[in-house]
């Protein structure tokens, strides 16, 4: 098991930043990934990174503002936000997986392990 804990949420103005974090419970994690929601639409990937390496995927709408890194030290992923956009507006969730999978990056049922999400509100 891996339990996921999100934190740094919070309001901003677009054009903005913030920082989210994901504490994980374990080091033996193979790839964590940011997903996010908003009211009415499906989940989404955002941005992905294979702990052993740090290498990186992007969703198209994010490249260029948001940047994935981590803490192994700290068992811990960050998502940099900036310029953000009302768009951006959703609940974010943090995902882990601890083995290889065939599925793309992008699908959120290669993930079993989920953080219970933090509210990011971008206002116009």
């Known amino acids: 098991q891996v339990q996921l804990e999100e934190s740094g949420g919070g309001s901003v103005q677009a054009g903005g930043s913030l920082r989210l974090s994901c504490a994980a419970s374990?080091?033996?994690?193979?790839?964590m990934a940011w997903f996010r929601q908003a009211p009415g639409k499906e989940r989404e990937a955002v941005t992905g990174?294979?702990?052993?390496?740090?290498?990186?995927y992007y969703a198209d709408s994010v490249k260029g503002r948001f940047t994935i890194s981590q803490d192994n030290a700290k068992n811990t992923v960050y998502l940099q936000m900036k310029s953000l956009k009302p768009e951006d507006t959703a609940m974010y969730y943090c995902?882990?997986?601890?083995?290889?999978?065939?599925?793309?990056?992008?699908?959120?049922?290669?993930?079993?392990?989920w953080g219970q999400g933090t509210q990011v509100t971008v206002s116009s």
């Open positions: 374990t080091r033996s994690t193979y790839f």
């Open positions: 995902a882990a997986r601890r083995e290889p999978s065939y599925s793309s990056w992008y699908e959120a049922g290669a993930f079993p392990y």
């Open positions: 990174i294979y702990t052993a390496n740090g290498y990186t």
